[in-house]
């Protein structure tokens, strides 16, 4: 029963670090937005997979086509960034159960940091995803990186060149 456990743990963190596609959930057309930055590091650092910038106005975000909401999408998305305002977050992680994304990282600050409703927030958002079966990074994380070859995922807003090797970290605060 542990080893069958310890297997299944493996492979839902494999979801967040080795995804095959991504969606950045509010990618504006503001250079300096989260959702921008975070598009342009993964096509800088050019990610091994389909990168699909979600903005509800825009049909292209960096010279990139656009969706309007991840329910859109075309195929299967593994991982969703999320990048916008935190009274959204909760209506794209709905989109993202739908779309049956398998885990989310989730920039957008406003939660817990931020005040007693914004804990309750994030109470609410974490059991929506673990109801759903998603893994969850966040909120109000720096992002994801992996510079595994076979996948080069830079999935942060922070300008950094991290060179590839055998050492993980995880931090938190």
């Known amino acids: ?16 670090l080795k ?14 937005s989260l959702g921008h930055q975070v598009l342009r590091q993964l096509i800088r650092h050019r ?6 910038p979600v903005n509800r106005e825009a049909s292209f975000v960096a010279s990139v086509r656009a969706w309007r909401s991840v329910v ?13 305002p935190a009274a959204e977050v909760l209506r794209v992680v709905e989109e993202c159960a739908v779309k049956r994304v398998q885990a989310l ?8 940091d931020q005040d007693t409703a914004g804990e309750e927030l994030e109470a609410e958002l974490v059991a929506y995803a673990r109801r759903h079966g998603m893994r ?8 994801l990186i992996n510079t595994d070859p076979s996948v080069s995922m830079h999935a ?18």
């Open 47 to 52: 990610f091994n997979g389909p990168v699909y």
């Open 136 to 143: 969850l990074l966040g909120p109000n994380t720096l992002g």
């Open 19 to 32: 995804p095959t596609s991504i969606a950045v959930v509010g990618a504006s057309r503001d250079p300096e």
């Open 156 to 173: 942060t807003f922070v300008p950094v060149d991290v060179e590839a090797g055998r050492v993980g970290l995880a931090a938190q605060s």
């Open 105 to 112: 990282v989730v920039l957008s600050s406003g939660f817990a």
């Open 1 to 16: 029963i542990e080893e069958r456990a310890s297997v299944a743990e493996a492979r839902s963190v494999e979801r967040v």
């Open 72 to 84: 859109d999408l075309p195929g299967e998305v593994d991982l969703a960034v999320v990048c916008v």
